[in-house]
């Protein structure tokens, strides 16, 4: 088959531009449509494990993106009181399991600007402030109609891939369930120019620091540090983001502290959500659109942009001759995958942060340290974290 039109891609972020990058470089046309004028600049996920670097070779970006990022060789686990290292694990475990053995540390905002031009390069249009207003399926083809700043447009396609985030229009609009739960507690992220590492002696550049009642994740980044604290249940929001009580906060849990500038803050929910179909006759989901998740662990953006790989691969092996429903086998198994194992993993991470009962907390830490002392079960840990276990994509 030889699609005698575009595939629509809607949303501009990391997988919505995957996708598009992919086709492109598989010389599938497509197009990419997003409803805001300019890329998103607002601070998102920023980890990029190594499978992903793995499509991003594929792809020829994973040099620009890597010059944008921040290295990450150590992944530890601590106890907030007493204060205390609890595993320590070493990314030269996973060093000859892929060329990238390291979790990579980029705003995806950067990330995005790496991609789109080229997804541009690669022969794929790119259509900013392009609102989808609705679409429908013609059985053969798709018709999706925007609103622009040059008025209405209507717009035909092949197919129509819904990665416009997990508020996804293209999912309301197909009425797909969006079954899940959305975590009781709320999110504080402080972005400062602090220098941690002299702060806790010994960290590595990226920490979860366990506390049932207010636990901690560092996060370096090559310009900032990403400092999520879990907020407590009666505090308002309002007092909580005032700039003093954000300064209180970050020494209440460092101690003294030089002068820092607060670069950004951000306070948000988390939700774990999978739509309950991935596919509708030509109109598909992938990335937040499809699953949302914990993002303790940085497999949100990462997995959707596997998303990407994959639904690329069986629109590559459709226009090779197989039959429609070779998508079938994406939406199957990927949704598997987010709930199966993205999921799963996700939720565990969370209930490690939050684990009250002593004898729970002291079985965890003991995993923990085991595995990370132990060479075998260290690359183990270290393949399931960094999404190497189950490559998916195909």
């Given at each position: 088959?030889?699609?005698?039109?575009?595939?629509?891609?809607?949303?501009?972020?990391?997988?919505?531009?995957?996708?598009?990058?992919?086709?492109?470089?598989?010389?599938?046309?497509?197009?990419?449509?997003?409803?805001?004028?300019?890329?998103?600049?607002?601070?998102?996920?920023?980890?990029?494990?190594?499978?992903?670097?793995?499509?991003?070779?594929?792809?020829?970006?994973?040099?620009?993106?890597?010059?944008?990022?921040?290295?990450?060789?150590?992944?530890?686990?601590?106890?907030?009181?007493?204060?205390?290292?609890?595993?320590?694990?070493?990314?030269?475990?996973?060093?000859?399991?892929?060329?990238?053995?390291?979790?990579?540390?980029?705003?995806?905002?950067?990330?995005?600007?790496?991609?789109?031009?080229?997804?541009?390069?690669?022969?794929?249009?790119?259509?900013?402030?392009?609102?989808?207003?609705?679409?429908?399926?013609?059985?053969?083809?798709?018709?999706?109609?925007?609103?622009?700043?040059?008025?209405?447009?209507?717009?035909?396609?092949?197919?129509?891939?819904?990665?416009?985030?997990s508020h996804s229009?293209?999912?309301?609009?197909?009425?797909?369930?969006?079954?899940?739960?959305?975590?009781e507690d709320r999110?504080?992220?402080?972005?400062?120019?602090?220098?941690?590492?002299?702060?806790?002696?010994?960290?590595?550049?990226?920490?979860?620091?366990?506390?049932?009642?207010?636990?901690?994740?560092?996060?370096?980044?090559?310009?900032?540090?990403?400092?999520?604290?879990?907020?407590?249940?009666?505090?308002?929001?309002?007092?909580?983001?005032?700039?003093?009580?954000?300064?209180?906060?970050?020494?209440?849990?460092?101690?003294?502290?030089?002068?820092?500038?607060?670069?950004?803050?951000?306070?948000?929910?988390?939700?774990?959500?999978?739509?309950?179909?991935?596919?509708?006759?030509?109109?598909?989901?992938?990335?937040?659109?499809?699953?949302?998740?914990?993002?303790?662990?940085?497999?949100?953006?990462n997995s959707g942009?596997?998303?990407?790989?994959?639904?690329?691969?069986?629109?590559?092996?459709?226009?090779?001759?197989?039959?429609?429903?070779?998508?079938?086998?994406?939406?199957?198994?990927?949704?598997?995958?987010?709930?199966?194992?993205?999921?799963?993993?996700?939720?565990?991470?969370?209930?490690?942060?939050?684990?009250?009962?002593?004898?729970?907390?002291?079985?965890?830490?003991?995993?923990?340290?085991?595995?990370?002392?132990?060479?075998?079960?260290?690359?183990?840990?270290?393949?399931?974290?960094?999404?190497?276990?189950?490559?998916?994509?195909?």
């Amino acid at each position: 088959m030889i699609f005698q039109k575009p595939i629509l891609i809607i949303g501009a972020g990391p997988v919505g531009l995957s996708l598009g990058l992919a086709l492109g470089r598989a010389g599938i046309p497509a197009q990419v449509f997003e409803a805001d004028a300019e890329l998103n600049t607002q601070i998102r996920a920023s980890t990029f494990h190594p499978p992903t670097l793995e499509l991003f070779a594929q792809w020829g970006v994973v040099e620009e993106v890597i010059r944008h990022g921040y290295k990450v060789d150590r992944l530890q686990y601590w106890e907030r009181d007493p204060r205390r290292v609890v595993a320590d694990f070493d990314y030269s475990a996973i060093a000859n399991d892929t060329p990238y053995p390291y979790r990579l540390q980029c705003p995806q905002h950067i990330a995005t600007r790496v991609l789109k031009p080229a997804v541009e390069a690669a022969g794929i249009p790119m259509h900013m402030a392009h609102r989808l207003i609705d679409f429908t399926d013609d059985g053969d083809g798709v018709t999706a109609r925007f609103e622009t700043p040059d008025g209405p447009k209507t717009v035909q396609g092949a197919y129509l891939c819904g990665a416009d985030g997990s508020h996804s229009t293209v999912r309301k609009q197909l009425g797909v369930g969006f079954q899940g739960k959305t975590y009781e507690d709320r999110f504080l992220l402080i972005g400062t120019d602090l220098q941690t590492g002299d702060l806790l002696p010994g960290a590595a550049q990226v920490c979860y620091i366990f506390d049932p009642r207010e636990w901690v994740i560092i996060l370096n980044l090559p310009d900032i540090v990403r400092i999520v604290f879990r907020m407590r249940d009666n505090e308002e929001e309002s007092i909580a983001l005032q700039e003093d009580n954000l300064r209180a906060r970050v020494a209440g849990f460092f101690g003294p502290v030089p002068p820092f500038n607060i670069k950004t803050t951000q306070l948000y929910r988390v939700h774990q959500r999978v739509a309950d179909s991935f596919k509708i006759g030509r109109v598909l989901l992938l990335g937040d659109a499809a699953h949302n998740n914990n993002p303790s662990g940085g497999m949100g953006m990462n997995s959707g942009i596997h998303d990407a790989a994959n639904l690329a691969e069986k629109f590559t092996r459709l226009v090779q001759g197989e039959p429609d429903s070779v998508l079938d086998e994406y939406a199957s198994q990927r949704r598997e995958y987010a709930v199966q194992s993205v999921q799963l993993y996700t939720d565990q991470q969370y209930n490690n942060m939050v684990m009250e009962d002593e004898q729970a907390r002291q079985a965890r830490n003991d995993s923990l340290s085991g595995a990370a002392s132990d060479p075998e079960r260290a690359r183990a840990y270290l393949l399931r974290a960094s999404m190497l276990e189950d490559r998916i994509f195909s």
